[in-house]
């Protein structure tokens, strides 16, 4: 696992998505509240980043921009079609203030 600290927690905003590169992996932040989340910020159903997308709070959900599939922010999963798949979901931690996301980095074979 990379661990990587990737904002402070005030710099994100609030039922807003951010993306950030770790070790060549897209990831969207999320913040809603005081609840920072971690996702693959690629599209299961086509490779759209989900960082573009609409952010559902009360949901704890990220809609594709694409084809409005949305996804569960807490465990990856595909909540309405044409997505079926799930997306990769990252632990998060708040550390004096900072947002640090851990992520499995594959080694190159």
């Keep these: 696992m990379t661990q990587s600290d990737v904002s402070s927690f ?10 950030v590169e770790i070790e060549g ?7 809603i509240g005081s609840d920072v989340y971690a996702i693959k910020d690629v599209c299961s159903h086509q490779d ?3 960082s573009g997308g609409e952010v559902w ?3 704890r959900e990220i809609e594709c921009p694409r084809h409005g599939s949305t996804f569960s922010l ?3 999963q595909a909540i309405t079609l044409p997505a079926t798949q799930p ?3 990252y632990p998060v931690e708040i550390v004096d203030g900072r ?11």
């Design 87 to 89: 997306v990769p979901v």
């Design 57 to 59: 709070c009360e949901e």
């Design 74 to 76: 807490i465990d990856g």
């Design 10 to 19: 005030d710099e994100l905003t609030d039922g807003a998505a951010r993306r």
């Design 99 to 109: 947002v640090i996301v851990s992520v499995a980095v594959e080694e190159p074979s």
């Design 25 to 31: 992996v897209p990831v969207a932040v999320v913040r």
């Design 48 to 50: 759209v980043a989900l």
